[in-house]
């Protein structure tokens, strides 16, 4: 069946560095535009980076261009957030997100808390 299994949240100072994956199976990976959003408390979801299906194109929310960087690995059917300079405002759940044509797919969310 149809899984995305996101990993490396945690706690991380202010200024740290966390690198998310989310591990893809059960349907053509390459295939699909790949997304990370993220759902701080109270907040509504956002989109935070989007690759397209081979990688060339990327999109970052401006509260975190400069600092992550989305890619993917299309042999490993895996997605990457690498976040550095990390801030308490990044603290959420962060999720991935796949996409082709009217398939839309969500993993179950990995915890990311920023603080001191």
């Known amino acids: 069946q149809v899984q995305l299994v996101e990993s490396g949240g945690g706690s991380v100072q202010p200024g740290g560095s966390l690198r998310l994956a989310c591990a893809a199976s059960?349907?053509?990976?390459?295939?699909?535009?790949m997304s990370w959003y993220r759902q701080a408390p109270g907040k509504e979801r956002e989109l935070v980076a989007s690759i397209t299906t081979a990688g060339g194109s990327t999109k970052y929310a401006d509260s975190v261009k400069g600092r992550f960087t989305i890619s993917r690995d299309n042999a490993k059917n895996t997605v990457y957030l690498q976040m550095n300079s990390l801030s308490p405002e990044d603290t959420a759940v962060y999720y991935c997100?796949?996409?082709?044509?009217?398939?839309?797919?969500w993993g179950q969310g990995t915890q990311v808390t920023v603080s001191s």
């Open positions: 059960g349907f053509t990976f390459r295939w699909y535009a």
């Open positions: 997100k796949a996409v082709w044509g009217g398939n839309v797919y």
